[in-house]
């Protein structure tokens, strides 16, 4: 069993940066993929970013490739999501997620674990 918890959501005018944290418990967390995803009000949960076990590979959304970044400290069991120059429609619910698969997947069916979430809120 692996436990995500995410922090650094918040509220935040279109342009501006956030740092979005997810730190894990349990299991070997570099055993695991991660993956975060969003999900808007009347809208299905959206794949953002991925990053493999070791940090070889990075793989983003189209609508955030350039202006996020994920990475990943196995020493400190986090994962992390830098997001610049926001825009109202990242607003959203965002989670972040485990897969005990070699590689990073966008669908959010072949994940193992999931925080609970954090609100990120870009005001125009």
């Known amino acids: 069993q692996v436990q995500l918890v995410e922090s650094g959501g918040g509220l935040v005018q279109a342009g501006g940066s956030l740092r979005l944290s997810c730190a894990a418990s349990?299991?070997?967390?570099?055993?695991?993929?991660m993956g975060w995803f969003r999900q808007a009000p009347g809208k299905e949960r959206e794949f953002v970013a991925g990053?493999?076990?070791?940090?070889?590979?990075?793989y983003y959304a189209d609508s955030v490739k350039g202006r996020f970044t994920i990475s990943r400290d196995n020493a400190k069991n986090t994962v992390y999501l830098q997001m610049n120059s926001l825009k109202p429609e990242d607003t959203a619910v965002y989670f972040c997620?485990?897969?005990?698969?070699?590689?990073?997947?966008?669908?959010?069916?072949?994940?193992?674990?999931w925080g609970q979430g954090t609100q990120v809120t870009v005001s125009s």
């Open positions: 349990g299991r070997t967390f570099s055993n695991y993929a």
């Open positions: 990053i493999t076990r070791r940090e070889d590979y990075t």
């Open positions: 997620a485990g897969n005990s698969a070699v590689q990073v997947s966008r669908a959010p069916r072949t994940y193992d674990y």
